[in-house]
């Protein structure tokens, strides 16, 4: 575990990047951690995917399978590729300070 | 005379990442067809490009006429642990297909025609095989729409330049 600074605060990262601790994730940091990852600016699309991985994630315990993201998110898959090119629900649950998710599909 | 060679020095190379997976899907059971599309929508979510290549059997898994009636097999398959005439009754393989989509269905593993969509949206390609397109006597009015093109082998291995192949 490492401990990066961003935006002048300092949060606990794991190796590939993931908040180890939900509760220090804050809008600024997401945009920042964003950036990092080749996505410049966090529109209503994106802002719409990363709560609702958020929500999902603190309310159940686990982040949704993108099937579920698909479908539930309001966002369409093809959508989801556009928005995060490297993979949306795992890219989403960074941005959104959440674990990567665990599950294949 | 001899000499003293230098020892060559070992050059420590760091494993790459896979940027690109192929993968051929030969077999039309449920058990052949899965994994294929599981490991194509993995390697999507890992922002890994991905190709099916569908051939002989495994062309089941895109024909309209077929795809939702895609089964377990359930003659001479040692991993179900029944007797092989048990598993040679009418329905019984229907039945264990059914038991088994109820069990996937609860890890969100979607039905095989939900899940060819779903690859096929999140950007996988699909191409059905010439050689058995021709020897079935199918055209791409049997393939449901997601399938991209009918392609022979070496245009096949052209696609999957840089790739890593694998055989389901």
């Not at chain 2, 990442?17 to 599309?37: C, N, Q």
């Not at chain 2, 398959?77 to 019984?92: C, D, E, I, K």
Request: proline fraction near 6%.
């Amino acid at each position: 575990m490492t401990t990066a600074t961003i935006s002048a605060t300092s949060v606990d990262r794991d190796a590939e990047g993931f908040l180890t601790d939900p509760q220090q994730w804050s809008e600024r940091l997401a945009e920042e951690i964003a950036r990092e990852n080749g996505i410049e600016e966090l529109t209503e699309r994106h802002w719409l995917v990363v709560r609702f991985m958020r929500d999902r994630y603190l309310t159940t315990g686990s982040a949704p399978s993108i099937r579920s993201l698909g479908k539930e998110s309001g966002v369409p898959v093809k959508e989801l590729y556009q928005l995060f090119p490297k993979g949306p629900a795992k890219l989403a649950a960074k941005i959104g300070g959440i674990p990567k998710p665990k599950g294949c599909i | 005379m001899t000499t003293v060679l230098e020892e060559p020095k070992l050059e420590v190379v760091e494993p790459k990442t896979i940027e690109k997976v192929s993968i051929v899907v030969s077999k039309g059971s449920l058990e052949g067809v899965y994994p294929a599309l599981i490991m194509a929508n993995g390697a999507r979510m890992d922002g890994i490009e991905a190709d099916l290549f569908f051939t002989f059997f495994g062309l089941d898994a895109i024909r309209k006429d077929r795809y939702e009636k895609i089964k377990v097999a359930t003659v001479g398959n040692p991993g179900l642990h029944m007797p092989t005439m048990l598993g040679a009754l009418p329905g019984f393989s229907s039945l264990v297909t059914r038991m088994m989509t109820r069990q996937m269905e609860k890890i969100d593993i979607p039905p095989i025609p939900e899940f060819i969509e779903l690859v096929a949206d999140s950007g996988v390609r699909l191409y059905a095989c010439k050689a058995s397109v021709d020897m079935f006597g199918l055209t791409m009015e049997d393939f449901v729409p997601q399938v991209e093109d009918i392609i022979s082998v070496g245009e096949f291995y052209a696609k999957a330049a840089g790739s890593q192949v694998i055989f389901t």
